[in-house]
C-alpha cells in the first residue's frame, strides 16, 4: 500500500516537471524571434513562464549564501533580478540559436525521508542526438506546486559554482556586496567560459 502511494506520487512529479518543461520549451519556440528584434520582450515573456517554476529568489540567496546577511533587502531584491538577467543573457542566446531540441524527463523520486524534496532526472537531446544528462533540484511547502531550486548538468551543481563564484568575487572586491551585484553577468561569464575550457 505504502509502495504504491509512493510509487504514484513520484509519477504525479514526474507528469507535473514534464508538462511545464514541455511547456517552457513550447514557449520558447513560439519567442525565438522576439530575441533580436526586441530582447526586452522576450525576456519578460520567458520570465513570466520560469516564474511559475523556477524559485529565483531562493536560488540567488543560496548563491549569496553567508553573504546575504550583510546585503540590504534592496541589495537582495536587486542580486534576485540581476542573477536572473545573467541566467537569461548567458544561456538563452544558446537556446534560441539551437536546433530543435527535445527534452525527455526520466525519472522523479521523492526524497524518502523528507516528502517536501525531490529530484528529476532528464536528458537534453540535440538534434544530432547528442544526449545531456540534467538533474532538477525540486522542492515544495504545503499547499504550492514544486518548484525547481538547483540544477545540475553533467554534473556541475549550478547552484555550488555560482556560490563559489560569489565568494570569489566578494574576497576580490574586499567585501563590498554592492560591487559584486554590479558585476555579476561579467562573474557568469567568466564561470561559463572555465566550464567549457574544462
Same mark, same amino acid.
Given at each position: 500500500m505504502m509502495f504504491s502511494v509512493t510509487v504514484s506520487a513520484d509519477e504525479a512529479l514526474r507528469q507535473y516537471v514534464d508538462e511545464s518543461t514541455q511547456k517552457l520549451v513550447s514557449k520558447l519556440?513560439?519567442?525565438?524571434?522576439?530575441? $533580436?528584434s526586441d530582447p526586452e520582450a522576450f525576456y519578460q515573456n520567458m520570465e513570466d513562464t520560469l516564474d511559475d517554476f523556477v524559485d529565483f529568489r531562493r536560488i540567488a540567496a543560496r548563491v549569496m549564501g553567508r553573504y546575504a546577511r550583510q546585503a540590504s533587502p534592496e541589495q537582495? $531584491?536587486?542580486f534576485v533580478e540581476k542573477f536572473k538577467r545573467s541566467l537569461f543573457d548567458s544561456y538563452a542566446q544558446a537556446l534560441v540559436q539551437s536546433q530543435d531540441f527535445q527534452i525527455e524527463i526520466k525519472e522523479a523520486q521523492i526524497?524518502?525521508?523528507? $516528502?517536501?524534496?525531490?529530484?528529476?532526472?532528464?536528458?537534453?537531446?540535440?538534434?544530432?542526438?547528442?544526449?545531456?544528462?540534467?538533474?532538477?533540484?525540486?522542492?515544495?511547502?504545503?499547499?504550492? $506546486?514544486?518548484?525547481?531550486?538547483?540544477?545540475?548538468?553533467?554534473?556541475?551543481?549550478?547552484?555550488?559554482?555560482?556560490?563559489d563564484r560569489f565568494s570569489q568575487e566578494m574576497e576580490q572586491n574586499r567585501g563590498d556586496v554592492q560591487a559584486v551585484i554590479d558585476s555579476w553577468t561579467g562573474a557568469v561569464e567568466q564561470l561559463e567560459n572555465e566550464a567549457a575550457g574544462s
Amino acid at each position: 500500500m505504502m509502495f504504491s502511494v509512493t510509487v504514484s506520487a513520484d509519477e504525479a512529479l514526474r507528469q507535473y516537471v514534464d508538462e511545464s518543461t514541455q511547456k517552457l520549451v513550447s514557449k520558447l519556440n513560439e519567442e525565438k524571434g522576439l530575441y $533580436d528584434s526586441d530582447p526586452e520582450a522576450f525576456y519578460q515573456n520567458m520570465e513570466d513562464t520560469l516564474d511559475d517554476f523556477v524559485d529565483f529568489r531562493r536560488i540567488a540567496a543560496r548563491v549569496m549564501g553567508r553573504y546575504a546577511r550583510q546585503a540590504s533587502p534592496e541589495q537582495r $531584491d536587486a542580486f534576485v533580478e540581476k542573477f536572473k538577467r545573467s541566467l537569461f543573457d548567458s544561456y538563452a542566446q544558446a537556446l534560441v540559436q539551437s536546433q530543435d531540441f527535445q527534452i525527455e524527463i526520466k525519472e522523479a523520486q521523492i526524497n524518502p525521508s523528507n $516528502d517536501e524534496r525531490a529530484s528529476v532526472l532528464m536528458e537534453v537531446i540535440t538534434a544530432e542526438g547528442n544526449r545531456y544528462p540534467v538533474t532538477y533540484s525540486m522542492y515544495r511547502k504545503e499547499g504550492q $506546486d514544486w518548484m525547481m531550486e538547483n540544477v545540475i548538468v553533467e554534473g556541475i551543481n549550478i547552484g555550488l559554482a555560482f556560490r563559489d563564484r560569489f565568494s570569489q568575487e566578494m574576497e576580490q572586491n574586499r567585501g563590498d556586496v554592492q560591487a559584486v551585484i554590479d558585476s555579476w553577468t561579467g562573474a557568469v561569464e567568466q564561470l561559463e567560459n572555465e566550464a567549457a575550457g574544462s
